[in-house]
């Protein structure tokens, strides 16, 4: 007996990433190495993941104290701890039922933290007007993604239901819109364009799908992953007025709103955008705006602590989210409380401001010095190129693998540039993950890797790319 | 625009819960009191979750220690924190990637704590074997459940897929199942015989099911929710046989395994009952068992920890769960640490272990007596019958209610026992919820009530609602 043979086709035909084979590899490595076996490096530099944390950024104390005052709520009564940080944990475990982080919260989230969140975005949007009732707190943006496609997403409609995807793009979102039964429409970023997202490209993307599918919504993520782009405002008003002319709902990723490091750049939200453009526009597109404290200077992914702000939405819509979101009951506790630090970081005057904003710009300059050292280096290498990094969490440089590289990865059954970061992992300990994962131009082969690092890490890894790189080429020549 | 039209109908048809209302109306009168309204109560008690802390139970020191020493880590450095709470928050941040909990972990949890989670299971079962490679940790055993319906139900087929639930049975779990797009095929819990679970009564219902949908599965709760049953090995044994005959496959949910306050009685688990029923059933079953951290002693509803382990699944089917709970990136670091803490508690002679061991036992002797109170006080009420509660977090008592009041809910545009709570609520400050939420044999009513609280919350709400129930009986006769 199985239920193999009753299994939906969109779960079966899930896209199974090619990063678990590196994933073993790496775990093979790290035991051989902790074994004692000799190897060019003592260690794997694992700069894959979107997670600072892992490679090597402290988290922000500020967020720590008061996140473990609230678990524990007995650090209050000792004087070590800073007055605002007692003061923060007094007040959110006041928001608690029951006054303890072990409580379920109502479904979208602490009404407090949800209100706060609100004026954040408000204040982020120079006035533009947030209301809380349109706030999902999940457990990170990617699951509040996955509901609002939940709703998007008809099963049961022929030709199926379709969203528009960048490419590249990074897996998670695509295996999303999979699992739900959606076709995937992608668009292309323009690479020689510093990876631009061209209007142009939409229709011609859109067009190709009729007849296929039934296009209801387009995906942007701003600033971009992998891709590094942090859109022009020109460009998100294109978008606006392309999604309105074809009726389509707006999914807008802006989980790295945080994350800019382009001079001159700045972030803007497409809520703030499309409120600029005024009617009628302003009032019809229905857009979902995402966020979360994974990203950006905080980085704790672990929390999963992330929000959804929902605009233009009609009320029976909203009504289906609510259930949905209600049924798998609530967010963390302490990925909400995260929300709340993150909107709300200690202000100057505050005992906490000093080592906050120390720590804050710390990593900050570190960032900024690693994506301008990252494409430096990149593009000082023969055989790669780098578009500019104005934000984000990821490098994404495009790899000229040599004819030989591409055949010989063929025989071994696998991507270019999958064998490109297996090389890279077993010969230089530095593991990286394949464009093929996210998506690239046919032909085309890249790598990304994680610039939220520790200086030191970044140094580390440049440094053994630039010894790698060059004798794989060779050897490939 | 609107995606309204686009909106899978298993979205639009979610039941929208009934609880809004009562959980609007507990707003308002809590606003209200706080105001200085006079009411006949000077706060509402919330019994209507399965949520102890909120009920007043107090967390479990330990847990509260290891995870602030695990978010703070300084705190390590002084000896206020006894040495195995030091010890034990070392261990665990020496298995997050970067030593943070606020880096992302493998999809399926960490890997150590996924092995304690396994060596748990093999120690509760008497020694049957667990293979941490079939153990997913999860935000929450809820959101294990979505997954593993995800891959059961398959909405592309006609008739559509059916899964067997009892009545009454939690909301979320009913909510789960349609959300997927499955048919609820309900099953009555027999309450005349303290809410068992029959076998003929399964065979009832699935033949009804014939050519309505396409059974796939059957749901089970042990302890139960809202029964308080914990089901007999030989009606287990029976369920196993009949899952088997009918190629279905198993969900056990057992969250409340270590709620067990009956006198003889003791919780089994499916495995172990599986297991010990020995081959061909014991190599076929394919069964789903799972748990959680927010249930149980230590409550910590809030952290979202829960895990489910698979038994006897297809290889290929084992690959898309992988690829399904890998969407959603991990389940949140603390809530895998709490699995830690549950599955391995201090231990006699640790330094930890007299207080642990105090609260908990003080925990459980307080929801004995709880338990014990409550069943003598509503068995002692006119209009009022409990069957025995052996076990979960919940009374489910039925209320006879006088045709007059039935009369007057149907005027009002609610559910009878919607009615009964929302007068409880107003008049007596008591919030439970109605039997409607959970499904209930046609002409009866039930509450339910969460009886894992602090002993004084018990004692006031047992008083009011002696007090407030002969006056409502009397007030429709």
């Known amino acids: 007996m199985s239920v193999m043979q009753?299994?939906?086709?969109?779960?079966?035909?899930?896209?199974?990433?090619?990063?678990?084979?590196?994933?073993?590899w790496t775990k093979q490595i790290k035991e051989e190495l902790r074994q004692g076996v000799k190897k060019p490096y003592k260690d794997v530099i694992d700069v894959s993941w979107g997670d600072p944390h892992r490679a090597g950024v402290k988290p922000l104390t500020f967020v720590r104290q008061v996140l473990a005052a609230c678990l524990y709520p007995q650090l209050m009564d000792s004087d070590k701890l800073p007055v605002d940080v007692r003061q923060r944990a007094q007040r959110l475990l006041g928001k608690c039922a029951g006054g303890s982080v072990g409580s379920y919260?109502?479904?979208p989230g602490i009404p407090n933290i949800v209100q706060r969140v609100s004026e954040f975005i408000t204040r982020r949007d120079g006035g533009v007007p947030s209301n809380p009732k349109n706030i999902y707190i999940s457990p990170g943006s990617q699951w509040a993604l996955v509901n609002i496609l939940n709703v998007l997403v008809n099963p049961e409609v022929s030709p199926r239901t379709g969203v528009l995807a960048p490419v590249p793009c990074h897996a998670t979102t695509i295996l999303s819109i999979m699992r739900q039964g959606a076709a995937v429409i992608p668009y292309y970023l323009s690479e020689e364009h510093g990876w631009a997202l061209?209007?142009?490209?939409l229709h011609r993307a859109l067009e190709l799908a009729k007849g296929v599918c039934s296009p209801v919504a387009l995906y942007v993520i701003n600033p971009g992953n992998p891709s590094g782009l942090v859109q022009s405002k020109k460009s998100m008003q294109d978008v606006i007025q392309f999604v309105s002319e074809k009726r389509l709902f707006l999914l807008a990723d802006e989980v790295y709103q945080d994350c800019v490091f382009g001079e001159n750049t700045k972030f803007v939200s497409y809520k703030r955008v499309l409120a600029e453009m005024g009617p009628p526009l302003s009032e019809t597109v229905e857009l979902a705006s995402f966020h979360s404290a994974s990203k950006g200077f905080m980085g704790e992914c672990g929390l999963r602590g992330g929000y959804v702000e929902l605009v233009n939405l009609d009320p029976a819509v909203m009504k289906c989210i609510y259930s949905l979101f209600s049924s798998d009951t609530c967010a963390p506790v302490l990925g909400q409380i995260a929300l709340d630090l993150m909107t709300h970081p200690p202000q100057q005057g505050d005992p906490s401001y000093p080592l906050y904003h120390q720590e804050r710009e710390q990593i900050r300059a570190t960032v900024s010095q690693n994506v301008k050292k990252a494409c430096e280096v990149l593009n000082s290498l023969p055989g790669f190129s780098c578009q500019p990094v104005e934000g984000g969490a990821f490098a994404f440089p495009r790899v000229y693998l040599p004819p030989k590289a591409v055949q010989k990865a063929k025989e071994e059954g696998m991507q270019p540039d999958t064998f490109y970061c297996i090389r890279l992992l077993e010969e230089a300990g530095v593991l990286t993950s394949p464009g093929y994962e996210y998506g690239q131009k046919e032909g085309t082969y890249h790598i990304r890797f994680c610039i939220m690092t520790h200086q030191e890490v970044m140094d580390e890894l440049l440094r053994r790319l630039s010894n790698f790189h060059p004798k794989f080429m060779k050897d490939f020549s």
């Open 198 to 201: 061209q209007v142009e490209e």
């Open 6 to 24: 009753e299994i939906s086709s969109n779960v079966k035909n899930m896209k199974q990433l090619e990063y678990s084979l590196l994933a073993k």
């Open 105 to 107: 919260t109502e479904t």
